[in-house]
Nanobody
Framework: QVQLVESGGGLVQSGGSLRLSCAAS????????MRWYRQAPGKQRELVAS???????NYADSVKGRFTISRDNAKNTVALQLNSLKPEDTAVYYC???????????????WGQGAQVTVSS
């Protein structure tokens, strides 16, 4: 059974940095996209950053230049480096992976449990 486990959330002051990590484990044939989402209280979940298996990245305008997504295909991990954090970055951050457990089937989205990031002003 595939699991995504996140780590690295916490409390940081405005202007500080955090690094989130997410590891996929279980029976995995291949992973396509890996993404980070966030959901602030009372708001919809939003896509923060994504990365393909080839390393192509995309970012939400609100985090461009401050956040960096990276992945290690050999270890089935994805990370999100959060720099220059602002109070409005406070949210629960979720990793997601589009993967297949065996060949010849379609990708399926799996989600981590979420990691709280709180930025104080």
């Amino acid at each position: 059974q595939v699991q995504l486990v996140e780590s690295g959330g916490g409390l940081v002051q405005s202007g500080g940095s955090l690094r989130l990590s997410c590891a996929a484990s279980g029976t995995i044939f291949s992973i396509n996209y890996m993404r980070w989402y966030r959901q602030a209280p009372g708001k919809q979940r939003e896509l923060v950053a994504s990365i393909t298996s080839g390393g192509s990245t995309n970012y939400a305008d609100s985090v461009k230049g401050r956040f960096t997504i990276s992945r290690d295909n050999a270890k089935n991990t994805v990370a999100l480096q959060l720099n220059s954090l602002k109070p409005e970055d406070t949210a629960v951050y979720y990793c997601s992976a589009d993967l297949r457990e065996i060949a010849y089937i379609s990708d399926r989205a799996y989600w981590g449990q979420g990691a709280q990031v709180t930025v104080s002003s």
